[in-house]
């Protein structure tokens, strides 16, 4: 393999670590901050990538649509922790991942009633269409590039918004002791709704930048939910800093796994064979990291014991 | 007191319909999750026939497998146990048509398969009471590898999910094209994200493409190929680019050829009634999945015609004479019972604002599967 090519992959590594982290932060908040595992993550991703792709195709604009993407997801993340996910905070876990898988039967339905059971078209703006070329000859295309960089600016924005604003210290008080902060006077429902819908509203966004290079259809949030939980554990559940090195890790180790490991296989193997042993492995590859991270570390790289 | 009426009514109408009905239908297709658009197709195609034959001895029931081998597994146990069906249709998925037909062949039911083909059940898996209305899964890449060779394609790239269609899919287009394999990959099955893929391919010095990814991976991987900037010719089964992938890609699929055994533009009275009747009943166009379905009922109506399924000798030769007008124009079975017919080349074009495809040569003739030797009935 070039060096060029190995590049390139590594940018491809990257971009899918960056929107993995999308999908993690707000899943890791509300697991960290609320003790709640939400399984209905997955529909979240599912509804913004269908405002998204709604009003692009009565408004025609690329930004009306994130934006749209942004606002139904915190909407219907606030609405369900209202209505539903509030009443589940002192219940055991199991409840929790019976109402929410409720949830994402609700949900999937639901979509599947309003836009029908085909895929929806969601392409990308025009300026972003086709490849630009990087330094060193590399062509890489410029959606790709453009998910990295605001991905980036998400979980600086993130960083800050934890470590250095009001909101960000009560959410990590939250964390560590949510009946002091209550007694010392802030009003704990309001912080959770915001939680919540802070992370619904991320997982929205994620589900219409990827949307416009995948298919917009019903049930498209529950194979994302999997590597989401998956980065969550390697990273430390609550902890925004082990979210984002967590689906790094699984961005590069997914992407770098698929391709090197059948051209390793392909070293002693016949190669039909090491083919197929190749693309198996390498879909077991996260689960194994995963394993392996567990084992040095069981509550993951920055969990707090 | 009037619950219990209702119920006994209920029972007895229920009685009463069992009564009439001679033949029962279970269809087992996917009608959610990523792959429903497929099983409502053939579902849809197939319930049209059946309203159009306007037979009241004849009932279907429908279940949703949700694309799980073992829900589907589950879902023919109880079909045959306790709905009582004499014949099974309706799965889309190959893994799923392994895990179900062979035990419910062997339990004496008839299965007619409106999509999936996987090769075991063509070859030394074959069985008397299975039917395939579709094709053996390799046929449509076949036809694509000799479209390929006729082209001048000479170093092809291909790819395809892990799972059994994946592998008769490139099987089948490695058996007819003549030229070298500049890279080979499997991905798994649903996987949305081809980045990776796609810069093997660009560093791959092929001169085509050759892909089979059905649903949602084809259009992931059109849309994604698309702003890559690889500029290669794409080759690609007709299920890549079925009437409801078409609308999602948009202008991404423009004039990329696909191997079809059916397109709506085959000319005959039969195809003509059936997309103006699709159209007019569910407001969209017949995809070939619809096509599929449309004539599996078409056929299965054909053999009630001849034969009592009570009497299986009798109703399997009647299923193996295969007299129904397909819109296919002609079809046949052969010998392991599965179809010897044309394959075309299409090619993905737009209509006003709708894009479809429509055909431009004929890849192969009264073409039967590679299989049909190893089938000992």
Known sequence: ?305 | MKLRSAALAAAMALAGATAQADVKVGMITTLSGGGAGLGIDVRDGFMLAVQQAGRDDLEVVIEDDQRKPDIAVQLADKMIQSEKVDILTGIIWSNLAMAVVPAATAQGKFYLSPNAGPSPLAGKGCHKNYFNVAWQNDNLHEAAGAYANDTGFKNSFILAPNYPAGKDALTGYKRFFEGEMAGELYTKLGQTDYAAEIAQIRASGADSVYFFLPGGMGISFLKQYAASGVELPLVGPAFSFDQGILQAVGDAAMGVKNTSQWNKDIDNATNAAFVETFQAEYGRLPSLYASQGFDTANLLISAMGKADVADADAFRAALKDAEFDSVRGKFAFGDNHHPVQDIYVREVIKEGDVYTNKIIATGLSDHADAYAADCKM
Do not use: C
Request: no cysteine; net charge neutral; aromatic share 10%.
């Open chain 1, 1 to 305: 393999m070039t060096i060029l090519l190995f590049i390139e992959q590594m940018l491809n590594g990257l971009q899918f670590g960056v929107m993995l982290f999308l999908m993690s932060a707000g899943l890791t908040l509300v697991f960290g901050v609320m003790g709640l595992i939400n399984l209905a993550h997955g529909s979240l991703y599912m509804i913004g990538a269908f405002a998204a792709a709604a009003v692009a195709a009565a408004t025609g604009s690329f930004v009306l649509a994130l934006m749209a993407s942004l606002a139904a997801a915190a909407l219907a993340g606030a609405l369900i922790e209202l209505t539903i996910i509030r009443r589940l905070y002192d219940r055991d876990h199991l409840d929790q991942v019976l109402a929410t898988f409720a949830l994402i039967l609700i949900f999937s339905e639901g979509t599947r009633w309003m836009f029908g059971s085909f895929p929806l078209f969601l392409d990308v703006p025009k300026v972003l269409s086709g490849p630009v070329t990087l330094p060193g000859g590399i062509q890489f295309p410029a959606y790709r590039l453009s998910i990295i960089v605001i991905g980036l600016l998400v979980a600086g924005g993130m960083f800050a918004l934890i470590n250095r604003t009001r909101v960000g210290i009560r959410i990590r008080a939250g964390e560590a002791d949510r009946e002091m902060i209550a007694a010392l006077g802030v009003d704990i429902a309001k912080l959770y709704t915001f939680v919540f819908a802070l992370g619904a509203a991320l997982a929205g966004f994620a589900g219409a930048l990827v949307g416009a290079i995948q298919s917009v259809q019903v049930g498209m949030g529950e194979p994302v939910l999997i590597l989401a939980f998956v980065v969550i554990v390697i990273g430390g559940i609550g902890s925004i800093k082990g979210a984002f090195v967590g689906a790094l890790l699984v961005g590069f180790t997914d992407t770098m796994g698929r391709i090197l490991l059948p051209q390793i296989f392909a070293l002693f193997l016949e190669p039909s064979s090491a083919v197929t042993v190749g693309s198996a492995l390498a879909s077991m590859l996260i689960y194994i990291l995963m394993a392996g991270v567990l084992v040095f570390r069981p509550r993951g790289l920055y969990g707090v014991a």
